[in-house]
């Protein structure tokens, strides 16, 4: 488990060896951990998945001799909250975990998870990333709608934020209507970059509807009001 885990968060199974990390793309992370690149690791995402719920197994075994109540241990399994946040997010399609592999299925007929659609794909891993981050830590996302449709982007960020509501949410994206969706989340526009600084704004509360004000401040053209 320690070893799956190094890798997604350090980009190295043993963090002792090396003082800096290269990650999968262009850029690279140090020692403290934060991870900055665009990840593409779904096989060690799922490997340390399932390396976390043998863990979990193993403790739950332990555990229930002498403890009554193993329906809340259960309940604490990562497999058992993937399943549930699946369902949240596709509530026709079931999945499940077996032999180290992942199944998914629709009106009782099941197919193998290299078969998933981009949409089930990326779901599943974002899921399974944001369950494997450590506590009260920053999960910063580069373009939340990736592959999903706009129900399914707004309904899945939604039930994370929940799961993981001791962690800070930061998203960098586009999308004003999936801005508008998060009321309560503070909005910062990105004004410009001129090669060397990010020049940014904090958005204030206005009398014009969010969506139509996000939308003028994205927009880099005159605009005339009449």
């Known amino acids: 488990m320690e070893l799956s885990s190094n890798k997604i968060l350090y980009g190295a199974e043993n963090i002792n060896e090396i003082s800096i990390f290269k990650y999968s793309n262009h850029k690279a992370g140090t020692k403290t951990g934060k991870t900055t690149t665009e990840r593409k690791d779904i096989d ?107 129900s399914i982007m707004n309904r899945l960020w939604t039930e994370l934020e929940k799961e993981r509501s001791d962690c800070l949410f930061i998203y960098i994206n586009h999308d004003t209507q999936f801005a508008t969706n998060h009321k309560q989340a503070e909005k910062i526009w990105t004004k410009n970059y001129d090669g060397t600084n990010w020049y940014w704004k904090k958005i204030e509360k206005s009398d014009l509807p969010e969506q139509l004000l996000l939308d003028i401040l994205g927009n880099r053209k005159k605009v005339l009001f009449v």
Not at 46 to 73: C, G, H, P, W, Y
Not at 86 to 101: G, T
């Open 44 to 150: 060690e995402v799922l490997s340390a998945i399932f390396a976390k719920r043998t863990m979990q197994l193993e403790k739950f075994d332990e555990r229930s001799k002498i403890v009554l109540n193993q329906t809340l241990q259960r309940e604490n399994n990562i497999v058992y909250k993937i399943q549930y946040l699946w369902n949240l997010i596709f509530p026709h399609r079931n999945i499940s975990f077996k032999d180290r592999k992942i199944f998914a299925s629709i009106n009782n007929s099941e197919y193998n998870g290299v078969c998933m659609s981009d949409g089930e794909r990326v779901a599943l891993y974002l899921i399974s990333q944001v369950l494997l981050v450590p506590t009260k830590r920053t999960i910063i996302i580069d373009e939340p709608e990736i592959h999903l449709h706009r």
